[in-house]
């Protein structure tokens, strides 16, 4: 129960923060300049045109009013006028019936593209595996590596591959991801483009004339580095502080009076201890490169979450940039719940009350 409990509590928390996200992003979008109802009718259509458009999407109301439809749309519990015209929009399943209205339970309802007239849920869901890919190998690259450089810098502490380490990661932490990734782009993609046959753009799956779909991995290598350095920054300085708490603990002394070799000791039994901030880290960090991916999406033409949500703000695109600022925030609170519980269960000292 207690379990249960701590769940619905943090669920609860989540859509408070899901709530003032969707306020502050509302408000902020509504003030800048544009007019959705020509992207929509076009600027050559009639004054009739133009008033049933801005009459069906709310924009003739009032803000908050139209905030509070928006609500009602993104709500999977919300109340609808019972007819058959928004059985069909919602795909809602009735609950109890108000006579002209009814309270339903459906899919949150993000509306459609200002620009190509799709449904926002069915762009986000085509963009989110590029998305998805590009983290989570940016993730696995951290993850590796990063324990590895900070086991290494643990086991020589205060040499000169220590100090070489520790010093690139800070650079590692420092240097913005943006920065790093035009970095790398130019100077593996297209200066050393001849020696390591990579290039500045490219997708996981490209059309071929006579093989058809292809997967190409190697176009996310260069995008996946840009985005896991400073992940990998941390874990390394997480795994060496870690690590080298754990040798100085007298299980550590007991192993190596038994002896057990270098490597048992630091396999079996040190490593193993040493983890818990790091795979809480590691855990932490895959929501934020989701989020982080954007720029770096944008500077390798990458196909993702980025790329089209950008788009859209250049747009001026409010469905979509609204579903897209939801939908990554929902994958925080989702993620950031999965790591506390995690942490709970990997640590006996960590209680989840």
């Known amino acids: 129960m207690k379990f249960l409990g701590y769940i619905l509590s943090r669920l609860g928390h989540g859509l408070l923060i899901m709530l003032g996200v969707l306020v502050a992003v509302f408000f902020l979008f509504n003030v800048l300049p544009g007019d959705p109802v020509a992207l929509l009718a076009g600027q050559r259509s009639d004054l009739a045109t133009r008033e049933a458009i801005t009459k069906d999407l709310g924009l003739d109301k009032p803000l908050p009013q139209q905030l509070l439809y928006y609500l009602n ?8 006028e019972d007819k058959a015209a928004n059985q069909e929009k919602y795909a809602y399943t009735p609950l ?4 002209a209205d009814v309270l339903v339970w459906k899919t949150p309802y993000l509306r459609r593209s200002f620009q190509s007239n799709k449904s926002v849920t069915d762009i986000l869901l085509d963009h989110f595996t590029g998305t998805l890919w590009l983290a989570a190998a940016a993730m696995l690259i951290a993850t590796v590596f990063g324990i590895l450089f900070g086991v290494l810098a643990s086991l020589r502490p205060h040499s000169w591959l220590d100090h070489t380490l520790i010093t690139t990661s800070v650079l590692g932490i420092s240097v913005p991801s943006f920065v790093a990734a035009i970095l790398i782009a130019i100077t593996f993609g297209f200066y050393w483009s001849d020696w390591t046959g ?24 260069l995008p996946a580095v840009a985005l896991g350095i400073r992940p990998l920054a941390i874990v390394v300085q997480l795994t060496r ?6 040798m100085g603990q007298d299980y ?7 002896g057990l070799s270098r490597y048992r000791v630091i396999a079996d039994h040190a490593l193993k201890n040493a983890l818990n901030p790091v795979v809480t880290a590691v855990s932490g960090w895959l929501a934020s490169l989701m989020a982080g991916a ?3 999406e944008y500077i390798f033409n990458w196909k993702g979450l980025g790329a089209v949500t950008l788009q859209a703000v250049q747009n001026l695109d409010f469905p979509l940039v609204m579903g897209a600022t939801l939908f990554v925030a929902f994958l925080f609170v989702l993620i950031n719940i999965f790591v506390d519980v995690l942490y709970a269960l990997l640590d006996p000292r960590v209680k989840l009350e």
């Open 198 to 221: 990579l290039s500045l753009t490219g997708q996981l799956y490209e059309i071929d004339a006579f093989a058809g779909r292809q997967l190409m991995l190697h176009n996310l290598l």
């Open 96 to 99: 109890v019936d108000f006579g």
């Open 294 to 296: 954007f720029f770096i």
């Open 252 to 258: 550590i002394r007991t192993a190596r009076a038994k």
């Open 241 to 246: 502080s870690s690590m080298l708490d754990v």
């Open 73 to 80: 749309d993104v709500s999977p519990l919300s109340v609808h």
